[in-house]
């Protein structure tokens, strides 16, 4: 009768240790964007893509995009990839060469909020 009380306490550890790293890390940061955070692209993007660390609550994230002078540049259809929920879209009004900020703000799947912002440039 000792072993299996062994094995069921061993096991109880195993999943709560498995259960419980990853929570304490699980919230969606910006893990990658194109364009690229701090980047100079050419030609201008139609798009802007941001890749997160988890997936997202596509009812609570939403990202836009400025010019230097503050006027909105994105087309506002932001979504999240239908085959990848961690994949966050926007189409961009065509360019021209100069600085934009990027800010977002997201809703994981497990409800906690994260935000940022950064900026890219078109070359000319
Ligand atoms: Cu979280």
């Known amino acids: ?7 069921f306490y061993t096991t109880l550890l195993l999943v709560l240790s498995w259960a ?4 304490a ?18 030609p201008a ?17 939403t990202v836009e995009v400025f010019d230097e002078k503050g006027a909105k540049v994105d087309k ?8 990848d929920g961690a994949l966050l879209r926007v189409s961009l009004n065509p360019l021209p060469h100069g600085t934009y ?16 912002d950064f900026t890219f440039q078109v070359a000319p």
Request: glycine share 6%; proline share 10%; net charge negative.
């Open 45 to 61: 993007p139609s798009e802007l893509t941001l890749s997160f660390t988890q997936n997202l609550e596509p009812a609570f994230s």
């Open 76 to 83: 506002g259809d932001v979504t999240v990839d239908p085959n």
């Open 1 to 7: 009768m000792r072993n299996p009380s062994v094995l």
């Open 20 to 23: 419980g790293a990853p929570r």
């Open 101 to 116: 900020k990027v800010v977002w703000h997201v809703v994981s799947v497990d409800t906690h909020p994260t935000e940022g």
């Open 25 to 42: 890390v699980a919230h969606a940061f910006l893990d990658h964007a194109a364009p690229r955070v701090g980047s100079t692209v050419t």
